[in-house]
């Protein structure tokens, strides 16, 4: 299994399109009381790093969610497009977004001090709380 993934994806309405070639093939889940709000649940997502060629930004509203970072989305159909790591220019998209089923493993999760009892994933995963996220990527 190749650790980047070449894929795309549309949101529902087809006004914007996502393309990348740097997909880890790691999904994780983040369950921070922002995610849940955002999206009615734990957001499963991946890594596209810098390597996002998006199509119809026109159509794109972003939302300032943080000093760090914003949440984009489609002003057209509401799709959720990426959460976007300012500083580092870094984009992670939810996984459901894009054409690819095969290859993907749900191997981390995030902000698990925060997931709600009522739910849990089997996968054996590594787990971080709120405080060891912002500790590991404190200075990136």
């Known amino acids: 299994m190749s650790d980047q993934i070449t894929t795309q994806g549309s949101c529902l309405c087809g006004a914007v399109t996502l393309r990348t070639g740097s997909m880890s093939a790691s999904v994780g889940a983040c369950h921070c009381s922002m995610c849940r709000t955002w999206g009615g649940g734990p957001l499963l ?72 009892e009522y739910y849990a994933f089997a996968n054996v995963t590594n787990n971080l709380t709120g405080a060891e996220v912002f500790a590991k990527y404190a200075g990136d």
């Open 45 to 116: 997502s991946v890594d596209c790093a810098t390597d996002l060629q998006i199509t119809g930004a026109e159509h794109i509203t972003r939302f300032q969610s943080s000093d760090w970072a914003e949440r984009g989305f489609c002003r057209q159909c509401g799709s959720h497009l990426f959460y976007h790591l300012k500083q580092n220019d870094q984009y992670i998209v939810p996984v459901g977004f894009f054409e690819v089923s095969s290859g993907m493993s749900l191997d981390h999760q995030i902000f698990i001090d925060e997931k709600p």
